[in-house]
C-alpha cells in the first residue's frame, strides 16, 4: 500500500467505489430516474404553451440536476463510514484528500455523468436548438462534477446525522447558487443568440477553483465528523 | 407635521409602518428569546446544585 | 456591560429614529417611504457584518481549539439570521411602493436571501449535531466556506442580474442630505449595540450551558443566593 503511486491510488479508489456502486445499481438509476421525472414535472406545473417552456427550458434542466445531484450525496461517504473503510482510509499514510477526489470522481461518474448524456434528451422535450442542446450538455459536463465535489464537503459535515438528504442539501444549495447561474447562463445565452464564452470560462475557473480547494476541505471535514 | 400626518406616512403608512412594526417585533421576540433561554439554564443549574445535594 | 450596550442602542435608536422621521425632508423621488431606508440599510449592513465576525470566531475555534470562540459564533448566528429576515422583510416593503412588487430580484436583495440561507444552514448543522465539539467544528468550517464563497455568490448574482435587466434600487439621486446621513449613521450604531448586547447575553448563556457541570458555575449560584 506504500508503494501507490498517485494514479495508482486514485484508481483503486475509484474502481472500488464503481464496483461497489454496480452492485446497488437501484441507487444509481435512482437519481436519472429523479432527473427526468423533475424535469417533466415542470410543464405539468406551469402549463404546455411551448413559447413559455422554451424560455425556461434551460434555468429547468438546470434546477433539476441541481436537486437530483443533491438526492445521491448521502451515498458517497455513508457506506464506507458505516462499515469503517473510511476510518482506515483516515490513518493510512496517504493523503486523505486524493481519497475524496477520487470517491468524488467515482460519484460523478455514477451520478453526475449520466445526467450529461441523458440531458439533450430532455432538451428536446422543450424544443432546444441542436447548438443550445450542445451547450446545455457542456454546462452540465462542467458543472455537474462542481456540484458533485462541493457536495462531498456537505455529506462530510453531515456524516451519520439524522436529517439526512434534506439538511445537506439545505447546506449545500446556497453554494451551488453561482454554478447554477453561470451553467444556465450559458445555454440561456446560445438561446437568445448571445456568446456563451463568458458563462463557459466562469464555470470552468469554478471547476479548476472547486477541484483543488474542495477535497482538502473535505478531508479537514471528514476529520472532524469522525473524531 | 401633524401626528395624523405622521401616521398616514403620505399613504404609505402600511409599508412603513409595517416595517418598522416587524423590526420592534423581532426585536421583542429576540430578547424575550434571550432572557428565556439564561433564565432556563438558571434554573436547570440551581435544580442540579439543590439535586447535589447541600 | 451588558446593560452599557443595551441603554446606548436604546438612546442611538431613539436619536436615529428622531432625525429620520423628524427632521429628515421627504424625498423628492420617494415620498415618505423611503424613510424604511433607516433601517433597512442597517439590517443589511450588520446582517453582512454579523456573518463575517461569526465567521471569524468560528475560524478561530477551529484553528486554535479555543471555545470561547466557538461559543461567541453560535451567539452571534441568530441575531445575524434574524437581521437578514428583517433587511428582507424591510426590502420587500420599500419595494411595492417604489417598484410595483414584492419583490425584485436584484443583486442585493437575492444575495441577502443566500445569506439568510447561509444562517439558517449553520444553526441547523450545529443543532444536528449532538457532541458539541463536533458541532462547533463542524459549523466552523461551513461558516468559513460561507464567507468564502460570498463574494463570489454576489458576483455571480450581479452578473445573471445584470442579463436579465431588472429595477435597479437607487438612492436618493446624487448625494444624501446630510440629515439622511446623520440618522443613517444613529440607526447603524444603534442597530450595532443592540446586535452586541444581544450576542453578549446570549453567550453568556450559551457558556452556562456548556458548563453546567463544573465547580465555578455552581459557585457562582451560591454567590447569587
Keep these: ?227 | 407635521m401633524s401626528w395624523a400626518e405622521f401616521f398616514a406616512m403620505n399613504g404609505y403608512a402600511w409599508y412603513v409602518w409595517g416595517s418598522y412594526g416587524m423590526v420592534l417585533l423581532v426585536f421583542l421576540i429576540e430578547i424575550v428569546m434571550v432572557r428565556h433561554r439564561r433564565a432556563r439554564i438558571l434554573q436547570q443549574i440551581l435544580l442540579m446544585r439543590d439535586e447535589g445535594g447541600d | 456591560m451588558v446593560p452599557w450596550f443595551s441603554w446606548s442602542a436604546a438612546i442611538f435608536f431613539v436619536a436615529g429614529l428622531y432625525l429620520g422621521f423628524f427632521v429628515a425632508p421627504t424625498d423628492v423621488q420617494q415620498g415618505e417611504a423611503y424613510r424604511i431606508m433607516f433601517i433597512h440599510v442597517p439590517a443589511s449592513i450588520l446582517s453582512m457584518f454579523i456573518y463575517l465576525v461569526m465567521a471569524g470566531y468560528a475560524a478561530l475555534g477551529l484553528i486554535f481549539n479555543t471555545r470561547l470562540s466557538s461559543m461567541m459564533a453560535s451567539a452571534l448566528a441568530p441575531t445575524g439570521a434574524l437581521l437578514a429576515f428583517l433587511s428582507l422583510w424591510t426590502g420587500a416593503l420599500w419595494g411595492k411602493p417604489m417598484w410595483g412588487s414584492w419583490w425584485v430580484w436584484d443583486a442585493r436583495l437575492t444575495s441577502e436571501l443566500i445569506l439568510l440561507f447561509l444562517y439558517i444552514g449553520f444553526i441547523a448543522l450545529h443543532a444536528s449535531i449532538e457532541d458539541p465539539r463536533r458541532a462547533d467544528r463542524a459549523s466552523a468550517l461551513l461558516a468559513i466556506i460561507g464567507s468564502v464563497n460570498v463574494p463570489i455568490i454576489y458576483f455571480s448574482v450581479q452578473w445573471w442580474n445584470t442579463l436579465h435587466q431588472g429595477a435597479t434600487i437607487k438612492f436618493t439621486g446624487t448625494s444624501m442630505h446630510e440629515v439622511m446621513q446623520q440618522g443613517l449613521l444613529a440607526m447603524l450604531l444603534a442597530v450595532w449595540l443592540y446586535a452586541i448586547a444581544m450576542t453578549l447575553i446570549r453567550v453568556r448563556s450559551i457558556i452556562l450551558e456548556r458548563e453546567s457541570k463544573t465547580q465555578w458555575v455552581a459557585e457562582l449560584m451560591e454567590v447569587k443566593r
Design chain 1, 1 to 227: 500500500m506504500n508503494q501507490l503511486s498517485l494514479l495508482g491510488l486514485i484508481s483503486l479508489v475509484v474502481r472500488r467505489d464503481l464496483v461497489l456502486a454496480m452492485r446497488r445499481r437501484a441507487d444509481v438509476l435512482t437519481t436519472l430516474i429523479f432527473f427526468v421525472m423533475v424535469v417533466s414535472l415542470f410543464p405539468l406545473g406551469v402549463g404546455p404553451e411551448m413559447e413559455m417552456l422554451r424560455k425556461m427550458a434551460p434555468g429547468l434542466v438546470w434546477v433539476s440536476a441541481l436537486l437530483a445531484s443533491m438526492l445521491s450525496l448521502g451515498r458517497m461517504f455513508s457506506a464506507d463510514y458505516l462499515d469503517g473503510t473510511l476510518e482506515q482510509m483516515m490513518l493510512a499514510p496517504q493523503s486523505l484528500a486524493i481519497v475524496v477526489l477520487s470517491k468524488v470522481l467515482a460519484h460523478w461518474m455514477v451520478s453526475g455523468f449520466p445526467l450529461v448524456i441523458i440531458a439533450p434528451v430532455l432538451g428536446m422535450q422543450f424544443d432546444m436548438s441542436a447548438q443550445a442542446l450542445w451547450v446545455l450538455m457542456i454546462t452540465l459536463l462542467l458543472g455537474t462534477p462542481i456540484l458533485s465535489v462541493i457536495g462531498a464537503a456537505g455529506a462530510a459535515l453531515t456524516l451519520g446525522l439524522r436529517g439526512g438528504g434534506a439538511l445537506v442539501s439545505l447546506l449545500v444549495l446556497p453554494l451551488c447558487i453561482p454554478v447554477l447561474i453561470f451553467g444556465a447562463g450559458a445555454v440561456e445565452s446560445v438561446v437568445s443568440g448571445i456568446n456563451a464564452g463568458s458563462n463557459l470560462a466562469l464555470l470552468g475557473a469554478i471547476l479548476v477553483m472547486a477541484l483543488a480547494f474542495m477535497p482538502w476541505i473535505t478531508a479537514h471535514a471528514l476529520r472532524i465528523s469522525l473524531e
